[in-house]
């Protein structure tokens, strides 16, 4: 799009922290999106889950297995699937200490938790994760949207709600139409998927390794956002602010600041 005369690449460009500030801090954890402010990131990124008793948390595996100490604590419940475990047992976990002695201790948070963290210092970006594995977990969402911070955050256009299940992401569409969307793709989307996300989503995001220029300019020209995940480098930043891309969703936003300038 035509930025005018005096707006530049990367002028608009958004920083999200991906799953916080998980580069220096362990990823979704409360440590990790305070890292994310310190790093004043414009939006931070999350990825939610269900406990067994009905409880948003946030968790990227399925399993508890790579960022707890689940299989120490619960030995014979492998394979630690998050939806096996209510809220009471997932708290007991260390979810800090497999990223460094300095995090030991660090707990799940529950998303209202980590909403009362974020306020409205950043955007927020939700990443329902492996959504059609918690049957009905939209309306729980939509509950969790219902109270503040996420309420503001909604009101003000500065939360979006993406997926990987486009299936899901399509239905909670349709049953909650004025919450921003956001389709995530590990390949490479084509036309025809750009074509069909107009109109009833906002962002496409794809993985900056699949992406050339010109899915930049298509995205746009169909109306919509383009924010790229997980980019981690000066190098492959800088490609992707000339290129244009809306947001960029990184480990380091420290670093993607630096390269903007900000
Ligand atoms: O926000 C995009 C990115 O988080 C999607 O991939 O696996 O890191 O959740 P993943
Ligand atoms: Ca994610």
Do not use: C
Request: glycine content about 8%.
């Amino acid at each position: 799009p035509d930025r005018g005369p005096d707006r530049g690449p990367g002028v608009d460009t958004e920083v999200v922290a991906h799953r916080g500030s998980s580069g220096v801090a362990p990823e979704n954890t409360l440590a990790s999106a305070r890292q994310a402010l310190r790093d004043r990131a414009d939006e931070i990124e999350n990825d939610v889950q269900r406990s067994a008793d009905g409880v948003l948390v946030l968790m990227h595996d399925t399993t508890l297995a790579r960022t707890t100490d689940a299989e120490q604590v619960f030995p014979g419940r492998a394979p630690w699937n998050v939806g096996d475990f209510t809220l009471r047992e997932l708290r007991r976990l260390d979810a800090g200490s497999w990223f460094g002695p300095e995090y030991a201790g660090e707990r799940i948070p529950t998303l209202a938790e980590w909403g009362r963290v974020v306020g409205n210092r950043a955007d927020v970006l939700i990443e329902m994760k492996s959504p059609s594995l918690y049957p009905g977990i939209a309306r729980d969402l939509d509950r969790a949207l219902a109270e503040t911070p996420f309420r503001t955050a909604l009101r003000r256009d500065r939360l979006v709600v993406q997926s990987f299940e486009i299936d899901w992401l399509r239905a909670y569409e349709q049953a909650s139409p004025a919450v921003p969307k956001g389709l995530l793709y590990g390949t490479r989307p084509t036309p025809q998927q750009i074509a069909d996300a107009a109109g009833w989503t906002e962002w496409v995001n794809p993985s900056f390794r699949v992406i050339e220029e010109s899915d930049v300019d298509a995205v746009q020209a169909a109306g919509l956002r383009i924010g790229v995940y997980t980019v981690n480098t000066g190098v492959d930043m800088r490609r992707l602010v000339r290129w244009g891309v809306d947001a960029i969703i990184t480990d380091y936003p420290q670093v993607l600041r630096s390269v903007l300038g900000r």
